[in-house]
C-alpha cells in the first residue's frame, strides 16, 4: 500500500493503516531498535510503542515522507528504552557510535548557548547532502540506523578499517564545516 493511503486511513483513525504500517515499515523498524538496544524483547517493545506514536501521532501531523516520521519515532523510543535500561552499563554498540559522535558535534549546552537544536540539525542536514552518496549513506547507517562497522563493511564489501576511516574522515569534515559556520565544539 502507498504511503499516501497509509497516511489518510490513519487520519481517518482506521486501524487497518497501523496494519499496512507493520507490514511496510516493521522489520525496518525492528531493525533500527534492535541496532540501538541488541535486544529482542526491547526491540520488540520499542516497536509496539512505535505504533501508537504513530497512532498518536496522526492526526495531528500529517508527515511528507511516512517512512522518514516513522523510523524517527522508532529511533527516539529505542534511545529512550536504551537509556533507561543501559545507562549505567553503557551498551557498546550504540555508545561507541555516539562516542564518535560527539567528538564533532557539540554538547547540549554550547548549543543552547550557540544556537537552537534545530538550527543544528539544518546545518548537519546541509552537510549531509554535500556528501557523495557512499559517504553519506555509511555516515546515516552508522550514526541513524546504529548499524555496527561490522555491518556497514559487509554491506558495502569494504574492510572494517576503510569503513572507519571514512566515518573518520566524514566526522572531521563535519567538524570543520560546523566550525566555519560559527558552531563551537
Known amino acids: 500500500m502507498e504511503d499516501k493511503r497509509i497516511i489518510e486511513l490513519l487520519w481517518q483513525r482506521d486501524e487497518s ?4 504500517t507493520r507490514q511496510k515499515y516493521g522489520r525496518l523498524c525492528y531493525s533500527v531498535a534492535y541496532n ?7 526491540s520488540e517493545e520499542a516497536v509496539n510503542d512505535t ?28 534511545l529512550k528504552i536504551w537509556r533507561y535500561k ?11 557510535s555516539l562516542d564518535e559522535l560527539g567528538e564533532c558535534i557539540p554538547n547540549a549546552e554550547s548549543v543552547e548557548n550557540a544556537l537552537e537544536a ?4 539544518v ?17 546515516l547507517r552508522r550514526y541513524w540506523f546504529c ?7 559487509k554491506r558495502f564489501g569494504a574492510s572494517e578499517g576503510k569503513i572507519k576511516m571514512q566515518l573518520c574522515r ?3 569534515r563535519l567538524q570543520k564545516y560546523l566550525s566555519e559556520e560559527g558552531i563551537s565544539i
Open 17 to 20: 493503516g497501523l496494519e499496512a
Open 123 to 139: 546545518y548537519i542536514d546541509r552537510f549531509l547532502r554535500e556528501l557523495k552518496e557512499s559517504d553519506r549513506i555509511v555516515f
Open 36 to 42: 540501538i538496544l541488541g535486544d529482542s524483547r526491547d
Open 170 to 172: 566524514t566526522r572531521q
Open 147 to 153: 548499524d555496527s562497522i561490522a555491518d556497514i563493511a
Open 118 to 121: 534545530k538550527e543544528l540539525s
Open 51 to 78: 505504533y501508537l506514536g504513530v497512532w498518536d501521532s496522526i492526526p495531528p501531523h500529517r508527515p511528507d515522507v511516512l517512512s522518514s516520521f516513522i523510523m524517527r519515532i522508532t529511533r527516539n523510543i529505542s
Open 86 to 96: 543501559y545507562a549505567e552499563k553503557r551498551a557498546c554498540n550504540i555508545s561507541a
